[in-house]
């Protein structure tokens, strides 16, 4: 599995537009009743990621179906075709429940796993784009995130 390819969740959204993987709804629509239903119209459609940027009532946009197919969640993974997610699956499964070597010919051939788990530091930031704006103490108020 290869580095990650976007730098921050812009990135992977221009690339889905680039593709036609994401659709922009600029229009107000409720984000109670109206977004829920066509979400989930176009979800099982097998239709495009969508960003609501204007939710009646409210400043923050809504993204949704981000990983609604296959060949977005493998996107999402920075893999190319669907194919691609089983080497995923398998280093996930590894990662859930490891298994000690057994010995030096298991070591050897669990080498390659261990490597790309190596190879997966954390990126800790200090002026990312999601720490801009900081709400806390009594300011903290989920009433006006679009859920």
């Known amino acids: ?7 921050d969740l812009r990135d992977f959204l221009t690339l889905l537009e680039q ?5 922009r ?9 109206e977004i829920t239903e066509i979400a989930d119209r176009t979800l099982r459609a097998g239709g495009p990621a969508l960003l609501f940027e204007n939710p009646k009532g409210y400043s923050m946009p809504v993204l949704c ?3 609604g197919t296959p060949k977005r969640v493998a996107m999402g993974m920075g893999q190319e ?4 997610l089983r080497e995923v699956g398998k280093l996930l499964a590894f990662l859930k429940e490891p298994e000690p070597p057994k010995g030096f010919r ?14 997966m530091p954390t990126k ?12 806390s103490g009594d300011d903290v108020d989920l009433n006006r995130i679009p859920l």
């Open 124 to 135: 800790r930031l200090r002026g990312a784009p999601c720490q801009q704006k900081i709400v």
């Open 1 to 7: 599995m290869d580095a990650m390819k976007y730098n």
């Open 25 to 33: 709804i600029t229009l107000p629509v409720d984000p109670h009743l």
């Open 65 to 67: 179906n981000l990983f």
């Open 81 to 84: 075709d669907v194919s691609a």
């Open 19 to 23: 593709q036609g993987e994401l659709k």
């Open 106 to 119: 298991d070591l050897f051939d669990k080498l390659p796993q261990f490597k790309q788990v190596l190879n």
